[in-house]
């Protein structure tokens, strides 16, 4: 089946610092990536979607300043998380289908700390 | 809009069991229906997947049916393992949209 890593897997910042993370497609050509947040035994919130050399569409409620999403090429997509606080602190999933496909296939996720 | 709603966990059984979670949609035109399973400290992974009334996924044992005519798409297994242990999630997608994600089901199985 279709691959996603996430990297890194695991991230402890300091307050006030930047985050990137990466989400990458290893088998295929992921035309749309999408990213979502998801708080400890909840389900997982929708934060942006994004196309290859296209701006990310975010949800409402999301911070397109604070959330910086890229997705230059069709294997890489990167969300960095700017001036990171510990209500920043959470599970980050990305997500990548190729055209039209229905099947989004899930990153390993990585888990955000702020101190 | 798009719903999913499922049976709220935690869901505790012995091995072996008969497992049923049920899930049921609210959608405009015509969903494709996904069980999603996460393991601790995971990702999702898709464990199966209905594009259309009537067809059953299938994957590891499990089972659903897409049921239009009561809008369910309700996951079953025979015989579950402790391996099984995780947190399963409903969701529907309507032509290539975004996932509409149920709040998730908790399954622990004691040995």
Known sequence: GAVVSQHPSRVICKSGTSVKIECRSLDFQATTMFWYRQFPKQSLMLMATSNEGSKATYEQGVEKDKFLINHASLTLSTLTVTSAHPEDSSFYICSARWADQETQYFGPGTRLLVL | ?111
């Open chain 2, 1 to 111: 809009g798009n719903s999913v709603t499922q049976m709220e966990g935690p869901v505790t059984l012995s091995e072996e069991a008969f497992l049923t979670i049920n899930c049921t949609y609210t959608a405009t035109g015509y969903p494709s229906l996904f069980w999603y399973v996460q393991y601790p400290g995971e990702g999702l992974q898709l464990l199966l997947k209905a594009t259309k009334a009537d067809d059953k996924g299938s994957n590891k044992g499990f089972e659903a049916t897409y049921r239009k005519e009561t809008t369910s798409f309700h996951l079953e297994k025979g015989s579950v393992q402790v391996s099984d242990s995780a947190v399963y999630f409903c969701a529907l997608t309507v032509r290539s949209d975004k996932i509409i994600f149920g709040k998730g089901t908790r399954l622990h199985i004691l040995p």
